[in-house]
């Protein structure tokens, strides 16, 4: 496991402390006692993200929060994360999330009902290409019981927003497989969802096992990619938040899966 400094964990706590107010980069260096320039060099190479980058995801994150536990407008919400502009909060919210904010708040209602209609289907990938030759396969592995399902997915960032790439759901730890992948650079990043969870919680994602393969996968064309191998383990202090709506992917796995025979799609 890689371990970030004290002053990274430092910043990341001091961020999260005050995201209600309007932090600059030199604020937080400050806090740590770092120059600017040398506080987001560590910042990227320890956590994959710059701070000005982490800490937009975070905020969308409490966008999030506030979706589902107030009765805000949208356009409050917006101001609330210091974005005035309500086109651009929800462009920025749709492109990060997968759905307008709006939308994310009405899946509240059926979100629960996904889950159990998953749970009902084979396991099958889902992919948003095709006729590709390269196959990434791996396997997860859990420290507890999975009472739930994992989503895996393949993202361009080391940040689970946006549709992954190429994703997958499992009912229980053990192999998998993306199918037809394209050769780049890609994030492994998975996360669980248990039975039994409220609406709320499967739509914040906040304290279920996550896995997060330090190093991207780099896949090569006409060349066999080695099996990822990933634990799930409980959140912590670092990870970024899981911005992508669970309630999209599922419902592109149900969609998916629909009259369509065994294999990826």
């Known amino acids: 496991m890689v371990h970030n400094s004290p002053e990274v964990e430092e910043a990341i706590k001091y961020i999260k402390a005050n995201l209600h107010e309007e932090i600059t980069l030199q604020q937080v260096a400050k806090h740590v006692a770092y120059s600017p320039y040398h506080f987001s060099r560590i ?14 995801a975070l905020r969308l994150q409490r ?32 492109q990060k999330v997968g759905v307008s904010p709006s939308v994310f708040r009405q899946s ?4 629960t009902q996904h889950l159990q209609q998953i749970q009902l289907k084979r396991t099958k990938a ?15 592995t859990s ?27 499992l009912e229980t730890e053990g192999e998998f497989a993306f199918e037809n992948v394209k050769a780049g650079t890609y994030y492994l990043l998975s996360t669980t ?12 994602t906040e304290s279920t096992l996550r896995a997060k393969l330090e190093e991207p996968v780099n ?31 599922m419902q592109q796995y149900i969609s998916s899966n629909i009259g369509i025979g065994d294999g990826n799609i």
């Open 219 to 249: 896949v090569q064309p006409h060349q066999e990619t080695p099996q990822l191998n990933v634990t799930l383990r409980p959140p912590r202090i670092d990870d970024p938040p899981v911005l992508i709506s669970i309630a999209v992917l």
């Open 43 to 56: 910042f990227k190479d320890q956590i994959g993200l710059p701070p000005h980058y982490y800490l937009s």
């Open 63 to 94: 966008a999030k929060e506030l979706l589902i536990h107030t009765d805000l407008t949208i356009r409050d919400i917006g101001m609330e994360i210091g974005q005035h502009s309500l086109g651009t909060f929800t462009t920025r919210f749709t």
């Open 126 to 140: 889902f992919n948003h290409y095709r006729n590709i030759s390269q196959t990434v396969r791996g396997k997860i």
């Open 108 to 111: 509240e209602s059926s979100v």
């Open 193 to 204: 969802v248990n039975t039994g969870m409220n609406s709320s919680e499967i739509l914040l």
């Open 143 to 169: 420290p507890s019981e999975i009472n739930g399902i994992i989503l895996l997915g393949l993202f361009s960032k080391p940040i689970p927003e946006g549709l992954p790439l190429y994703g997958t759901i």
